[in-house]
């Protein structure tokens, strides 16, 4: 394989792979047998170039094509420009490889315009921006020649709004002149355009009829792509099986990424019996053939991007991460920036990380530009950059990347950074659901259905959200069985909400597992039933979600699952979370020891424990550690730890700069609370627009158990504001602060949450939806 054809095949699929009647090769010949000589000169730089043979020398193959070049070659030019730009076999200069291609370009050559349409259509490692408008102007003049690969790719570009004015019929027909002349690149892209929701509605059974038809000539992309569309959902409910065929199919035609696929389906159980250890020997010997995707997936594993039963080694994904990037992996390259910055399994280096990132960022790449934001705005990775991470994520957004999008919204819903602004935040989610991406649609229609940032309509919400399980993401399940179970977007409906719960960990997702055992273990819309619970919750755990550990062991350990365990089988499974690397597991084993919950009581022990974890970085211990000094701990009469304000304010002081600014706020009213006057618990309501619904609601939760009377006060303030209670705002429960949220609890159609009292774990939790 030429340079010049592996950069073709690395773009996109149809476009620079396409054989064109186009360009004579040799287009200035003194001689015929000059012409021969240069033709000759030619083919010693594709043999020298070629990726497969074995003696393979960039070097060699620069030279015999700078000689070709000289000797009046036009596609030699061309190698000998590439070769300059990505400084291959030759110092990189781009300027001047650029300028070569420019000259052949000017002389009409379609693969010369084709070939910078690439460079500028793609944002890749050559440090050349992407600029779409003038790819696809050099794609524009390459199908004016009859190029066809240049009417290809400008025909998916019109289609897509991408360097043009979106006119996705005229793109469509464009790339459908070649698909019905039977050019099988042209049926894939027929295909991709059909099944791409920017580029319109997406039309799943038209994208299977042309991928067919391109497999049925002999292109076994297609058969990835067929794999694609039923393994994706966006045919309908994922069908595993299906897609397994496809892949399988297309790894029987040699094609490396089918063969990946089904080792992945295989390690998951998807579609096929589950076999892990098969299929990571089978991605294992992938990845030592320098699979770029299977090391990239070895490090999703390893890092526990992936949840799977296998062990997080931090140090591993790493490494894998480090040798998919250097394969030509973006996602990977993206991850070691990352981990870099956040010091996981390599030194911490935060300029080092971001520099990393950045630079593939300043090339256009919206994936880099999206990771640049999140890095930008995370304490855990350096000083917070607010506005830098707005123009991140908005120049993704004008990349046509609707994910950017959804980082905005996040960015204005999740208080990380600024302040909440539900409306701004919901018109960010619209305006990807507009795009078609199925995260967008979710939570704006989450935020429609609870009445966020907007009237509430529970009807035209919860539709919303409905629509969005169909394209098989499975988050989109697990929020549809929030908006039935919590009685803040409507009356829940039960059954409805466990078929929801159970869709979305038969995709995969185990928090549908986890939710499930939340029903039976909370009791508020089901009878508990401790043995469901704890089986829901080691299903998700043996899938690799160490929170199923965590939640079964915490909750074995308080004895709040009967006939499921003892205690001690609690604080077993909650050393196995911690060994995961699982930071909540500190917090949790922590309180047992405290407590004496199925381990031997030991307060001592349980703030050393929390010392050597807040110590080695893990902040959630910290925080917890800080809550103990600042709040104290006792049970009835019994103290196990005094409290301390001024070490919990020496400790926060500490650990503030890792603190979001959200996370931050939370703590300063913790502390506000821990006075227990008016004053104080009126300034926590004063601010409590600004917090997140989850950072409200975790502090709502955390109040309840260190803070019962600053509970009973913002209860009443937001009881009172709703209309449920008339009485005084004192902190006093009182009974009609009791009847009160009696009848919120009615009226959210959730009446066994307050059996037990305002002061219950189940009341708490309908309250903290209040706010």
């Known amino acids: 394989m030429t340079v010049f054809a592996a950069l073709s095949a690395g773009t996109a699929l149809s476009a620079e792979t396409a054989p064109d009647a186009g360009t004579p090769a040799t287009t200035s010949a003194a001689t015929q047998e000059r012409a021969v000589n240069a033709d000759a000169l030619l083919r010693l730089g594709d043999l020298y170039s070629n990726a497969s043979n074995a003696n393979r020398d960039p070097a060699k193959a620069f030279d015999y094509y700078r000689q070709a070049a000289d000797a009046g070659n036009a596609a030699a030019r061309l190698r000998v420009g590439e070769m300059r730009v990505l400084g291959e076999g030759t110092e990189r200069d781009v300027t001047a490889g650029l300028a070569t291609i420019e000259e052949v370009a000017a002389a009409g050559n379609g693969a010369a315009l084709v070939l910078l349409g690439g460079f500028y259509s793609q944002a890749g490692s050559q440090a050349i921006p992407r600029d779409l408008p003038r790819a696809y102007d050099y794609y524009r003049r390459a199908a004016a020649a009859g190029y066809e690969t240049g009417i290809l790719r400008s025909g998916e570009m019109l289609a897509r709004g991408q360097g043009i004015a979106k006119d996705r019929d005229a793109g469509i027909a464009q790339v459908r002149s070649l698909a019905d002349r039977g050019n099988i690149y042209a049926l894939v892209s027929l295909g991709d355009l059909m099944n791409d929701a920017d580029a319109g509605s997406p039309d799943a059974q038209a994208a299977e009829t042309a991928y067919n038809k391109a497999a049925a000539g002999g292109h076994p992309e297609a058969l990835l792509r067929l794999g694609d569309l039923y393994g994706s959902g966006r045919a309908g409910k994922p069908d595993y099986a299906k897609a397994f065929e496809f892949y399988d199919k297309a790894a029987q035609a040699g094609q490396q990424f089918g063969k990946l696929r089904v080792a992945e389906l295989t390690f998951r159980g998807q579609g096929t019996r589950r076999d892990v250890e098969g299929g990571l020997s089978s991605i294992k010997a992938l990845a030592d053939r320098n699979d770029a995707d299977a090391l990239n997936f070895l490090g999703d594993v390893y890092s526990g991007a992936t949840p799977s039963p296998v062990a997080s080694d931090l140090t591993a994904a790493y490494a894998y991460y480090q040798r998919a990037a250097g394969a030509g992996n973006i996602p990977a390259a993206l991850r070691v920036g990352e981990m870099t910055a956040h010091g996981l399994g390599t030194l911490r280096d935060v300029s080092g990380g971001r520099d990393m990132v950045r630079r593939m960022a300043d090339t256009g790449n919206p994936l880099a530009l999206i990771s640049l934001g999140d890095l930008l705005r995370e304490p855990e990775s350096g ?185 001690a089988d609690g604080v077993a499974a909650l050393r196995q979370a911690e060994a995961t690397g699982l930071d909540d597991a500190t917090i949790a084993l922590a309180d047992a020891m405290l407590y004496g919950m199925g381990t031997k009581r030991d307060a001592k022990g349980a703030v050393a424990l929390l010392e050597k974890a807040a110590a080695s970085g893990n902040v959630a211990a910290a925080r917890h550690l800080i809550s103990y000094y600042r709040d104290g701990r006792r049970y009835g009469r019994t103290t196990f730890i005094k409290a301390d304000p001024k070490r919990a304010r020496q400790l926060i002081a500490g650990v503030s700069p890792w603190l979001s600014r959200g996370d931050r706020l939370v703590e300063e009213m913790l502390f506000a609370a821990a ?73 959210k159609s959730v009446p066994n949450a307050c059996r037990f009292g305002p002061m219950s774990s189940q009341a708490g939790d309908v309250l903290s939806y209040a706010f």
């Open 383 to 567: 000083t917070v950059d607010a506005d830098g991470a707005i123009a991140a994520y908005e120049r993704a957004a004008g990349l046509n990347e609707p994910e950017a999008l959804v980082r905005l919204g996040d960015f204005y819903s999740d208080g990380m950074t600024v302040a909440v602004d539900l409306p701004k935040a919901l018109d960010f989610y619209s305006k990807a659901a507009g795009l078609g991406d199925v995260i967008g649609a979710v939570r704006a229609g989450a935020m429609l259905a609870r009445g966020q940032g907007i009237a509430q309509d529970v009807a035209a919400g919860r539709a919303m959200v409905k629509a969005a399980t169909k394209s098989g993401e499975a988050e989109a399940h697990v929020v549809m069985g929030d908006l039935l179970t919590r009685g803040d977007a409507g009356p829940p409906d039960i059954q409805a909400a466990m078929r929801e719960y159970a869709e979305a960990a038969a995709l995969g997702r185990t928090q549908g597992l986890i939710r499930l055992g939340d029903l039976y273990r909370e009791g508020k819309l089901l009878q508990s039933n401790g043995k469901k619970a704890a089986g829901y919750y080691r299903q998700a755990a043996e899938a690799g979600d160490a929170y199923g550990l965590l939640i079964l062991g915490s909750a074995l350990s308080e004895s709040l699952l009967r006939n499921a365990g003892k205690p």
């Open 675 to 747: 006075t227990n006057d008016r004053r104080s618990y009126q300034s926590i309501v004063a601010r409590m627009h600004e917090l997140s619904a989850e950072q409200r609601q975790s502090l709502i939760r955390m109040m309840r158990t260190t803070h019962p009377n600053g509970y009973i006060y913002l209860a009443q303030q937001q009881l009172k504001q709703a209309g449920f209670y008339n009485g005084p705002v004192t902190g006093v429960l009182s009974g009609t602060t009791t009847r009160a949220v009696s009848r919120y609890c009615a009226a």
